[in-house]
């Protein structure tokens, strides 16, 4: 059972290329979400889709876009990478019932040069 | 709007020490609570929940309390072992706020404790 599977796991970039995050879950949930998480913040939500065919802004949304493919999947997209896009990105997948638990994946560490 | 105050780290503590990690709340609604536990170069896992005021999660020897009147869900363990060193986030998530179920996060303890 994969549950949330993200690729890749590690990636250097350069200031001003582009790239996309790639989230894919098994579990037949209806949301999934994209976090960051940076030293002293926690985690915070860039965006989040509650179903095939929506997504909106969370806490963070400037400098990046998603699109979610189908039910399974969920992309995080950089257009133009920044030093200040640094950080652990999570995608996150869970139903939509307040009293269940988001399941995580094993993140991406990424670094803007 | 909703958010989450947790204690600040880190926490260092030797083997068989009692744990508390504080975690207060604000929340429009009645949120459901829960832990989270980051290990190294992991992502997150759920570690217990609540629901609703007064009940109380428990897993791996951690329990936390739903406290509405004081809007806190304080994470304890009897005795900790070295493989409980992680990070520990507390959440919740407010259906009230309306869309899918969003969680908000503190920011993290990480607990270190030591043979």
């Known amino acids: 059972n994969a549950g949330v599977t993200q690729t890749p796991k590690f990636q250097v970039l350069k200031t001003g290329q582009s790239m996309t995050l790639q989230c894919a879950q098994d579990m037949n949930h209806n949301s999934m979400y994209w976090y960051r998480q940076d030293p002293g913040m926690g985690l915070r939500l860039i965006y989040y889709s509650a179903s095939e065919g929506t997504t909106d802004k969370g806490e963070v949304p400037n400098g990046y876009n998603v699109s979610r493919l189908n039910k399974r999947e969920f992309s995080l997209r950089l257009e133009s990478a920044a030093p200040s896009q640094t950080s652990v990105y999570f995608c996150a997948s869970g139903l939509v019932r307040g009293n269940q638990p988001q399941h995580f994946g094993d993140g991406t560490r990424l670094s803007i040069l | 709007g909703d958010s989450v105050t947790q204690m600040e780290g880190p926490v260092t503590l030797s083997e068989e020490a009692f744990l508390t990690i504080n975690c207060t709340y604000t929340a429009t609604g009645y949120p459901s609570l829960f832990w989270y536990v980051q290990y190294p170069g992991e992502g997150l896992q759920l570690l217990l929940k609540?629901?609703?005021?007064?009940d109380k999660g428990s897993n791996k020897g951690f329990e936390a309390t739903y406290r509405k009147e004081t809007t806190s869900f304080h994470l304890e363990k009897g005795s900790v072992q070295v493989s409980d060193s992680a990070v520990y986030f507390c959440a919740l998530s407010d259906p009230t706020q309306g869309g899918s179920e969003k969680l908000v996060f503190g920011k993290g303890t990480k607990l270190t404790v030591n043979p």
């Open positions: 609540a629901t609703k005021a007064d």
